[in-house]
């Protein structure tokens, strides 16, 4: 009876361990399976590909805007639940790819909602043109490399507080339709937020952007909190309005050295 009881004393630390991480592959599976995606703790190893999933379709409209000529666009839709919690992404996340040499443009929307919050991603994360139907979190998490998210749309509320973007981040041409936190969240390098749109119960309060802020052209709600955010590094906001007016006009925020 010791004996097993030593022997099991050193068999469970090195299971609890391998159970730490996982392959990415195993997500995917999952997805296609219809099962409810649910991780907390876990390192996620290898590519995280959400762009070619079983249900992948081409699309015939509604994308020649942004995909001229013969271009072919396809969408894989996520339609389960998606949680990450405290997980460690090491390879690429993948939401939008374009393979310029095939003409293609491959992209993931996702229909229920979506948690990546206190994760890290310490390689490329990509979720450009890609439609979340429902609430969208990133609250706490770190990205290492470039955060691309781009012509992206968000249905509901999208939480990004706390979030520490350390390359660099696009939120060009986005449109958050009920309201965004970016609260407390730090933009380390360039934050692009040129023509990005922000309704009401949207937030920046006490947001630190250390590299510079292009807010050229964008339109806050009258309501976008503002307060407390602090622009080291530069930035423009030329042509932005809020509330349907000036936004250098009306507004006034924190400039430190």
């Not at 159970?19 to 409810?36: L, M, R, V």
């Not at 995280?48 to 409209?61: A, C, S």
């Not at 119960?201 to 309501?223: E, L, V």
């Amino acid at each position: 009876m010791k004996k097993l009881l030593i022997l099991l004393l050193t068999v469970l630390p090195t299971f609890a361990f391998a159970q730490k991480s996982i392959d990415a592959q195993e997500i995917i599976t999952k997805i296609n399976e219809g099962k409810a995606v649910n991780y907390e703790n876990v390192t996620i190893t290898g590519k995280l590909d959400l762009t070619r999933l079983k249900n992948m379709e081409l699309q015939t409209k509604g994308m020649q805007k942004f995909v001229p000529g013969d271009n072919k666009h396809y969408i894989s839709t996520v339609e389960v639940l998606v949680t990450f919690r405290n997980c460690t992404f090491t390879g690429d996340v993948i939401g939008y790819y374009s393979n310029n040499e095939e003409h293609e443009l491959y992209q993931a929307d996702f229909t229920e909602n979506v948690a990546f919050e206190n994760c890290t991603f310490e390689d490329a994360s990509a979720f450009k043109y890609s439609h979340f139907e429902k609430g969208f979190s990133f609250a706490g998490s770190t990205f290492n490399q470039l955060a691309l998210f781009k012509y992206t749309k968000f249905g509901q509320f999208a939480n990004f507080s706390r979030a520490q973007f350390k390359n660099g981040s696009d939120f060009k041409y986005v449109k958050f339709s009920e309201g965004v936190s970016f609260e407390n969240a730090v933009f380390e390098r360039d934050a692009d937020f040129k023509y990005t749109s922000f309704s009401e119960k949207s937030s920046f309060r006490n947001a630190q952007f250390k590299g510079f802020a292009n807010m050229k052209y964008t339109k806050f709600d009258k309501d976008t909190e503002l307060s407390g955010a602090v622009f080291n590094g530069g930035e423009d906001f030329k042509y932005a309005k809020i509330g349907g007016d000036s936004f250098q006009k009306t507004m006034h925020y924190d400039k430190k050295d």
